[in-house]
């Protein structure tokens, strides 16, 4: 597949039912297809929604070693709930090596390092074996992620990225969590609207959207893995 034809089939998915993308996905790639996922609210109504479909996909959860202690507990808990295969990718440096080499606290020196070291470079590992990858990202999360479609070509992996629920707004994800009694990130409940790692993620304010408690103050709302 080529940047050309996943722009037809963006035109063509626009507005089809989240199902028909998803079973789509896993017929045209099978075990080529990988989804990414630190459990935030989108990731879990995806795995809900590929779980009702009986398609099993492996996820990729990138360890970063800051991760709060609740997104962990959520992890463990929608593992044995969906059965995942769950691939846990670390960085190649640990947090104390990384310490050593870039001095203490490189999350607020220079964040774009740490994502890359962290995040980037361990996800490029990762995806290596596959041909393309579903994210669950929406576009009215945040400016940076407006203009995402539903199929696209990731040039900098050369493969297929698919967003089922690109279309999907907040209220949308949160009214299926409640209609379907399915597991979320307790920090949701205490104002954090997207939860990242802990040194760089906090609470939003009134005004701000979603995305707007991750990296504050640091003119930053992407880690760099899908933008």
Request: some cysteine.
């Amino acid at each position: 597949m080529n940047e050309q034809e996943t722009k037809r089939l963006a035109h063509h998915f626009e507005g089809r039912e989240t199902r028909e993308i998803l079973e789509w996905a896993v017929g045209e790639f099978g075990p080529k297809l990988t989804m990414t996922s630190s459990f935030g609210a989108e990731g879990i109504v995806l795995i809900d929604l590929l779980a009702q479909l009986k398609l099993r996909v492996p996820v990729i959860y990138l360890d970063t070693g800051f991760h709060f202690a609740e997104t962990e507990e959520l992890k463990e808990i929608i593992r044995e709930r969906y059965d995942l295969e769950l691939i846990e990718q670390r960085a190649a440096l640990s947090v104390a090596e990384q310490d050593d080499l870039y001095g203490e606290r490189l999350f607020e020196t220079d964040p774009d390092t740490c994502c890359r070291i962290r995040k980037v470079e361990p996800l490029a590992a990762a995806l290596a074996p596959y041909d393309a990858w579903l994210a669950a990202l929406r576009r009215d999360q945040s400016p940076t992620r407006a203009g995402i479609k539903i199929i696209e070509w990731n040039a900098k992996r050369q493969m297929v990225k698919v967003n089922p629920l690109a279309a999907w707004t907040r209220q949308q994800v949160w009214n299926y969590i409640v209609q379907n009694g399915l597991p979320y990130n307790r920090l949701h409940d205490e104002g954090y609207t997207s939860i990242g790692c802990w040194p760089c993620t906090r609470r939003t304010v009134a005004g701000e959207h979603e995305r707007g408690g991750r990296w504050a103050g640091q003119q930053k709302l992407e880690c760099g893995i899908h933008l």
